[in-house]
């Protein structure tokens, strides 16, 4: 039994990468893995995710009270043995509300090193276009010591008989982890 975190970023609902990170926990949970998710752009307006600075000196991230990722998603985040990043490409980047809650990790970076990661980014364009978030991906994933158990970056994401396909390799990738 692992536990696992899925984070997933789109505010679009139900959308293409939801599509993914359903499939990726549908397949996890059939092995009894221990699942938290947090959808962070799904999250209401009592719920702001985005870095809030407090104006204090010296502070170079702060956090404001009563915050949910401080108080729930940063926890289940270090007691985690995989980690699952789920997003959108926008810009050729990682949409902004899911960077929100890994800008978040800054504090935690020590703490967070060496677990294990997925990868699940949906994109319109082409796997060329999606070059530039999956060297980010891969940074990220070698910076925090976090080896992959599988990611999947599901090009021409609005070809339905293709999403299903990337769907299923995210349920088989879920499906494999115990
Ligand atoms: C603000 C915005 C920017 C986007 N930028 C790109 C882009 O640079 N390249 C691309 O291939 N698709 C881009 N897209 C399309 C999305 O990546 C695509 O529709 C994806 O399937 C959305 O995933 P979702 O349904 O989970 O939100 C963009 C979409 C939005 C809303």
Redesign the pocket.
Known sequence: MAKIVIL?????N???????ADAFEKGARENNNQIYRYDA?LQGADNPHFLQLKKTAGMEVGIPDNDLVEKEVLPKLLDADVVVL????????I?AQLKAVIDRFYDYNHELKDKHSVILM?????QE??AAIKLHMQLLQKYMRWPSLGDVY??D??NSDK?QKHAQEAYEIGHQIH
């Open positions: 997933t970023g789109s505010p679009h139900p959308g293409t990468s939801k599509t993914l752009g789920v997003g959108s490409m926008y810009y050729f980047g949409n949906t994109a319109y364009g082409t276009d999606m599901a090009d994401s609005w999403l």
